[in-house]
């Protein structure tokens, strides 16, 4: 992991803590995208406050119940919700870059045959095509593609 | 004599490379897996997806070229060969070419058993009425024959479809000629407890060529306890059925399903060998559906996923292991799962197919017309629950079926590429979208990942399948990709380096 | 085995494509064909109707408007059947096809567009493929009986663009039961209207045979000397694909090529999942590859783990595999299945330590031109 965060504080009964998190870094996309991912266990609430994301988390089950005798602690959860918000950072990342060639992909996939492809790079030809029999004795292949 | 150019000329101009589309999620402590468009796949050290995301890779670092082949990355030194990645992804979409190739058809309601997972609304065995009229049958055929691909499958199922004969005999005698005028392929299956079994029965599948698919639950006592029917016998009526049907039909057209439940989950050796006793040499270790009667019964079906994927780990060793012994058997989920991970197809297999397969790949005509999406959206029905019902055929055409508002509605949720959640995850290529499943669980088609028995089992199994495939031993690995490419062990080591 | 011989040649100015008999004809035989001859003493001494005489004593000043080429070197390996080419210039007789060989071929220009560090095979940039098609031409009207097998060869056939296509039509109708394959680097089937009329002439037996040598573009180009080659092989065996065409890629085993072993298995299940064979093949030490040995050499028996994870791969995904030019006492057992006796029958000899070895009758020996850089472990196999 390579970025730090600011800080995370805790209420007294550590039942609800609050992350705070730049905004630079963290899109408020890639931060609900990986809250989702933990609904089962946690609540989540999203607030923008200036430069930072504040995150308040609190447990969906606090107590242990028959179903669920042990309880993960809240901080217990830190280092894999850090994660999430970073790998989630990533995800959006990735997605902006890659979103109009991937458009691109999907409509070559299902447009009909010939129809999207792109020619072939560069060129068969030989030297003999190109003209480029400089001697019987001495050819050199250069990168040169004719236009 | 020409002169040769050195290898720094093939490079690109600067260390610059830019981004194909791909998803990727940590897969245990040391590792994590990349996935792209089309499935391909890299194992790789965590803080791999960040290194090239933030652009710091090396061409000369080891894995820039793996990444390159793998379409993952691409620079100026050479074409990102789209086209080629466009044929690929074509190919895993394939599935969706020529619409609906499975075509259910509920020919009567009426049942013996009363199986506590049943999806259907059973009535006794004596209720005329909800059997499928004749009217309905010619409709419901003619409407099947619509559907554009060149090979459909018709399965008659029910209730118990052998206690209305009478109605399949005629159901066949206009399929067949009907496929031949359109040169259609037809495939027919009847799904069955097999406690009707006759001889005449049997003589008639013999010469229809048809297939016999019927269910095993496992040994007497699991099969008994989850199958209840008047008598008691319903594991010894099946082996018996089984026998005679191979006899009558030969042993490839006659096939074996098991249903899971609180019992099963505790035996999954057990259910294993009574498949290997019955001589069976495929076996499918799914979950219990959350519908019909099940849901009713729920304290006796009801089971959290953990449960279900101990059982199918369990089993899934076992079923290696015997693999390993000699013993051919594949397990079909697994089989699907890894044809979608390591082959150039996608699946035919209608739970994991994105876009769903509800409607798309299968439909189900129920007793009285009613056409639905699936037959857990028949299900639905019964608890007076219509989202998925997409017409009749008795009032609607084709094309009103797939434009019905049930059938848009069902669109929506059916790209897992555009689901909250599954548009992130590394392992959609693998999956699928089950909008009746989100809806019947959860109350909405889309469904909620994070708590969704769909998501959270078949992540897990293909987490548990990618530990095989990077660290199980050799056999298993021969055994794995034996059952893909099906071949048993001794055939495939037969074509592998011995 | 002799394939080529030279003598004076009379009497011609084009190069003249024959079928040689070394027992005379009658009148209506001798069209097409070359008799050999001791001397023009021979008797009978009717030489009319002949298209050319190859003798090998001297030819002064007798008077004979046959075409002729005396003083020839050798003619013990002309056999009746052969076909040979005469060349007016240099009076050389080129033997292009004996019917009693199982490889034949048809060598369709030394122009190629790639450059191969190890090819075996160096091109010549003379333009010599309007000359060899012609001569092509007449040898397909020549072979008798038909050959089973045609391997078409060069340089690279597909710069012979329509003429190649010509050939291949011409094959099809003259013998169609003659299984044709023809080795190509692939590059210019990216063009999809090329491949399509390639496509269009139905030859019903037929197959290509495409080098692929890694699984990313720079290694792969830098190989092969030419920039966009990858790209371009790809591209067009995915159009052959299309088309339906039989594909065989093969693989040279050398020191650039073995590092990246396994991964090329894996793109060629990945993206290349409609090839019928997928060929490894020993280094032959003839041609480039001598220059370039410093990049290209690693003993055969120092990459028997990569080849072998390489064919498990391929083999495991279902694709037919074949092994060519290793002797058997280097390859692991466990490869051995895969291995094929192909090196034709003018190459291939056997050492000294060969005589002792039980696995001989299987194994494909050596090239006869490969004495240096022999894999330290030729040994006998008990």
Request: hydrophobic fraction near 40%; glycine fraction near 6%; aromatic fraction near 10%.
């Amino acid at each position: 992991m390579s970025i730090e965060f600011e800080c995370v504080e805790f209420d007294d009964q550590r039942s609800v803590a609050t992350i705070s998190i730049d905004k630079k870094v963290y899109s408020k996309s890639a931060v609900l995208r990986a809250c989702y991912w933990f609904g089962k266990d946690l609540y989540f609430h999203v607030e923008e406050s200036g430069d930072s994301l504040r995150i308040r988390v609190a447990l969906r089950v606090a107590s242990p119940t028959l179903n669920q005798p042990r309880i993960k602690k809240l901080d217990e959860w830190m280092p894999e919700i850090f994660d999430a918000f970073v790998d989630s950072q990533l995800r959006v990342e990735i997605q902006a870059e890659t979103a109009g060639v991937r458009e691109l992909i999907i409509a070559k996939a299902f447009a009909e045959s010939g129809v999207l492809e792109d020619p072939p790079p560069g060129t068969f030809a030989d030297p003999v095509t190109l003209g480029n029999v400089e001697s019987k004795r001495l050819i050199k292949i250069t990168n040169k593609q004719p236009e | 004599m020409r002169s040769f150019t050195g290898i720094a000329d093939f490079k690109p101009t600067d260390g610059s490379y830019r981004l194909l589309p791909f998803r990727f999620h940590r897969l245990d402590k040391l590792n994590e897996i990349l996935v792209n468009e089309c499935g391909e796949f890299v194992v790789a050290p965590l803080g791999t997806t960040e290194t090239i995301v933030r652009k710091k890779l090396l061409p000369t670092d080891n894995i820039y070229p793996t990444l390159k082949a793998k379409h993952f990355i691409y620079d100026d030194y050479s074409s990102a060969l789209l086209d080629v990645l466009a044929s690929k992804y074509r190919t895993k979409f394939d599935f969706i070419h020529g619409s609906t190739k499975l075509h259910i058809f509920v020919v009567t309601l009426r049942c013996d058993h009363s199986c506590h997972y049943c999806q259907v609304s059973r009535q006794t065995v004596n209720k005329g009425e909800f059997d499928m009229p004749r009217e309905v049958a010619e409709a419901a055929v003619k409407m099947m024959l619509e559907t554009p691909s060149p090979h459909i499958t018709l399965e008659l199922q029910g209730g118990e479809p052998l206690l209305a004969f009478d109605t399949i005999k005629y159901i066949v005698s206009i399929a067949k000629p009907g496929a031949a005028r359109l040169s259609k392929e037809l495939d027919i299956v009847i799904t069955s407890n097999l406690a009707f079994l006759t001889d005449e029965i049997l003589d008639y599948c013999n010469a229809e060529e048809i297939k016999l698919s019927s269910s095993l639950d496992g040994p007497e006592f699991i099969h008994n306890a989850n199958r209840p029917r008047p008598g008691g016998d319903s594991y010894r009526v099946a082996v018996e059925g089984i026998k005679r049907a191979r006899r009558a039909l030969g042993a490839n057209r006659v096939a074996a399903l098991m249903t899971t439940t609180q019992l099963s989950l505790q035996h999954p050796r057990e259910i294993i060998d009574e498949y290997v006793r019955q001589s069976f040499h495929t076996i499918f270790l799914r979950p219990i559906s959350p519908y019909g009667f099940a849901v009713k019964s729920s304290h006796r079906t009801g089971y959290d996923m953990d449960a279900f994927l101990e059982f199918y780990v369990t089993g899934l060793n076992h079923i290696i292991d015997l693999n390993r012994k000699g013993y051919s058997l594949t397990e079909i989920y697994t089989k699907i799962l890894l044809q979608k991970i390591l082959m150039p197809e996608g699946t035919g297999y209608v739970d994991l197919q994105s876009p769903s397969g509800a409607g798309l790949n299968v439909l189900v005509y129920n007793y009285d017309g009613d056409v639905y999406a699936t037959d857990e959206a028949r299900m639905l029905a019964e608890m007076q629950d219509y989202t998925f019902k997409l017409g009749n055929v008795l009032k609607h055409s084709r094309a009103q079926i797939f434009t019905s508002p049930a059938f848009v509605n069902l669109l929506q949720a059916a790209c897992n590429q555009s689901l909250p959640g599954c548009s992130d995850c590394a392992f959609q290529p693998y999956c699928g979208a089950d909008p009746v499943y989100h809806h019947a669980t959860q109350g909405d088609m889309i469904g909620h990942r994070a708590t969704s028995g769909f998501c959270k089992r078949n992540m897990r199994v293909i987490e548990h399948l990618f530990s095989l495939l990077q660290n199980g031993d050799p056999d298993t690995q021969d055994i794995l990709w034996g059952w893909v490419t099906d071949r048993n062990l001794a055939e495939i080591r037969a074509d592998i380096p011995q | 085995m002799r394939l080529h011989t030279a003598g004076t040649a009379r009497g011609f100015r084009k190069p003249l494509v024959v079928r040689v008999t070394t027992e005379p004809l009658t009148d209506i035989e001798r069209k097409d064909a070359a008799l050999v001859l001791l001397s023009l003493d021979a008797v009978p001494n009717d030489f009319r109707g002949y298209a050319a005489l190859i003798i090998q004593g001297k030819v002064d000043g007798q008077s004979i408007s046959t075409p002729l080429i005396h003083s020839v070197r050798d003619i013990d390996h002309l056999s009746s059947g052969h076909v040979v080419v005469l060349e007016p210039l240099n009076g050389f007789i080129r033997t292009l096809y004996r019917p009693e060989s199982r490889h034949n071929t048809l060598f369709a220009t030394e122009r190629c567009n790639s450059n191969c560090l190890m090819c075996s095979q160096p091109p010549s940039d003379k333009d010599d493929i309007a000359a060899l098609s012609e001569r092509n031409l007449k040898l397909i009207d020549l072979m008798s009986p038909a050959p089973e097998y045609l391997c078409i060869t060069g340089g690279e056939p597909t710069l012979l663009g329509d003429r190649l296509l010509t050939i291949l039509g011409k094959l099809r109708d003259v013998m169609p039961c003659t299984y044709v394959h023809m080795l190509t680097n692939g590059r210019r089937f990216a063009w999809a209207n090329f491949t399509s009329d390639f496509a269009g002439v139905r030859h019903p037996s037929f197959s290509v045979g495409i080098p692929l040598y890694a699984d990313h573009a720079a290694l792969h180009d830098y190989i092969v000397q030419a920039r966009n080659a990858f790209d371009q092989t790809i591209l067009g065996l995915h159009q052959l694909a299309r088309h339906g065409v039989e594909i065989e890629i093969r693989i040279v085993l050398h020191a650039l090529t073995v590092p990246r072993l396994v991964h090329l298995a894996e793109y060629i299940c990945r993206n290349l999942t409609f090839v019928d064979h997928v060929s490894f093949m020993g280094m032959e030490h003839i041609g480039y590859a001598p220059r370039n040995m410093d990049e290209l050499w690693i003993d055969p028996v120092d990459y028997q783990e990569q080849l072998e994870k390489s064919v498990a791969f391929l083999a495991r995904f279902g694709i037919d595999v074949r092994i060519y030019n290793l002797q058997l006492c280097v390859l692991k057992p466990s490869l051995w299945k895969y291995s094929k006796q192909a090196i034709s029958d003018w190459k291939n000899t056997f050492t000294g330590v060969c005589q002792a070895c039980s696995v001989r009758d299987r194994c494909g020996g050596f090239f006869h031109w490969n004495t240096q850089a022999q894999s330290r472990g030729i040994h006998a196999v008990a």
